[in-house]
């Protein structure tokens, strides 16, 4: 299977902050008969997480899923050392 589309968003983010790559948590789960990913922050004011990434691509297994997630978080973060 080829490696999913994600989508980002970015809104309130603070994405050029080093800290937000060390809190970047990947989440997998089933969902309407198939397997997705998302990508996570803490919030920098307010309680809970935001969703800055998620796979608009429909996995048949939690493994591929997972695999795919962890590829859009290592791309997060080499985009990110790269602008530096």
């Known amino acids: ?42 919030r920098p004011h307010g309680v809970g997480e935001k969703v800055i990434a998620f796979s608009e691509t429909v996995f048949h297994s939690e493994a591929e899923a997972r695999t795919d997630g962890k590829r859009a978080r290592e791309l997060r973060r080499e985009s990110f050392e790269c602008a530096e």
């Open 1 to 42: 299977m080829a490696s999913g589309q994600y989508v980002s968003h970015l809104a309130e983010a603070p994405l050029n902050d080093p800290r937000s790559f060390h809190q970047l948590t990947l989440h997998v789960f089933e969902q309407d008969g198939g397997w997705h990913w998302g990508l996570t922050i803490e």
